[in-house]
């Protein structure tokens, strides 16, 4: 039976801080990343453009969500008020900078494709995932202190501390010694397009690309293998499933 991921739930307070001062470095991160392949694809004039648009979408839209959590004024540096925080607000503010990097994500997302359309769009998003992705699995893996070679069991470990594991639900399942499934039983974007009833957004380009460069910056001996996501069909109780096996020597 699937286990549910509580590697969050379970953090003590000082990995909790490391925790939620790292996701600000991997917010700068993704943009910079956004950025970067934005300029790649359509050239540096027109990035500008559209990162100027973006940024002061971001920053409102982070600072007043940060705001509105915390109480607190934006000061250049880390925020005292994080140091003093207990255990639960640490998670709050973790699920509120898990929003915010969300978001920032929609934003650069809208803000090609209000201009170049979904396909460039799409294009802008599934190349800097393959800057991201590994980035962030980087940041975790020495967050955590995993090996160089984590193998299966840090893997599993990892995924539990993505910034998608403090606002969407995922599961594992064994499938034997040398592979294990991993499920994305809830996922914000796709739960929110469900209420308004529109079609699951056609994730699968990006999939594979986040979820095997993740993969193998944790081990460079696993490998990647999709079970099924949009626009795969798939059953009520997971949006995308993805099958990490680990390789013989």
């Given at each position: 039976m699937p286990e549910a991921m509580k590697s969050i739930a379970q953090a003590d307070r000082e990995l909790l801080v490391d925790l939620a001062m790292d996701a600000f470095h991997r917010i700068v991160f993704h943009y910079g990343a956004w950025f970067a392949q934005t300029e790649h694809q359509l050239g540096m004039g027109e990035a500008l453009k559209v990162e100027r648009e973006v940024w002061n979408a971001s920053l409102k839209n982070q600072m007043t969500r940060l705001g509105k959590t915390?109480?607190?004024e934006v000061e250049d540096g880390v925020p005292t008020v994080i140091r003093k925080m207990d255990a639960d607000a640490l998670r709050k503010l973790l699920e509120s900078l898990a929003v915010n990097w969300l978001a920032n994500d929609g934003i650069w997302f809208q803000g090609v494709e209000s201009t170049w359309g979904m396909n460039d769009a799409k294009r802008c998003n599934d190349t800097c995932w393959t800057r991201y992705s590994?980035?962030?699995?980087?940041r975790i893996k020495d967050l955590l202190g995993l090996p160089e070679q984590a193998g299966l069991d840090g893997l599993k470990k990892a995924l539990g501390y993505r910034l998608y594991a403090v606002i969407n639900e995922q599961s594992v399942e064994a499938v034997d010694d040398a592979a294990f499934i991993f499920r994305m039983d809830n996922c914000r974007v796709q739960a929110a397009r469900k209420r308004k009833n529109l079609p699951d957004y056609?994730?699968?380009s990006v999939g594979l690309v986040e979820y095997s460069s993740f993969a193998r910056t944790i081990d460079s001996r696993i490998r990647t293998e999709c079970v099924g996501c949009p626009p795969d069909p798939h059953p009520e109780e997971w949006f995308c499933a993805w099958k990490?096996?680990?390789a013989e020597s």
């Amino acid at each position: 039976m699937p286990e549910a991921m509580k590697s969050i739930a379970q953090a003590d307070r000082e990995l909790l801080v490391d925790l939620a001062m790292d996701a600000f470095h991997r917010i700068v991160f993704h943009y910079g990343a956004w950025f970067a392949q934005t300029e790649h694809q359509l050239g540096m004039g027109e990035a500008l453009k559209v990162e100027r648009e973006v940024w002061n979408a971001s920053l409102k839209n982070q600072m007043t969500r940060l705001g509105k959590t915390l109480g607190f004024e934006v000061e250049d540096g880390v925020p005292t008020v994080i140091r003093k925080m207990d255990a639960d607000a640490l998670r709050k503010l973790l699920e509120s900078l898990a929003v915010n990097w969300l978001a920032n994500d929609g934003i650069w997302f809208q803000g090609v494709e209000s201009t170049w359309g979904m396909n460039d769009a799409k294009r802008c998003n599934d190349t800097c995932w393959t800057r991201y992705s590994p980035f962030e699995a980087a940041r975790i893996k020495d967050l955590l202190g995993l090996p160089e070679q984590a193998g299966l069991d840090g893997l599993k470990k990892a995924l539990g501390y993505r910034l998608y594991a403090v606002i969407n639900e995922q599961s594992v399942e064994a499938v034997d010694d040398a592979a294990f499934i991993f499920r994305m039983d809830n996922c914000r974007v796709q739960a929110a397009r469900k209420r308004k009833n529109l079609p699951d957004y056609p994730c699968k380009s990006v999939g594979l690309v986040e979820y095997s460069s993740f993969a193998r910056t944790i081990d460079s001996r696993i490998r990647t293998e999709c079970v099924g996501c949009p626009p795969d069909p798939h059953p009520e109780e997971w949006f995308c499933a993805w099958k990490f096996s680990l390789a013989e020597s």
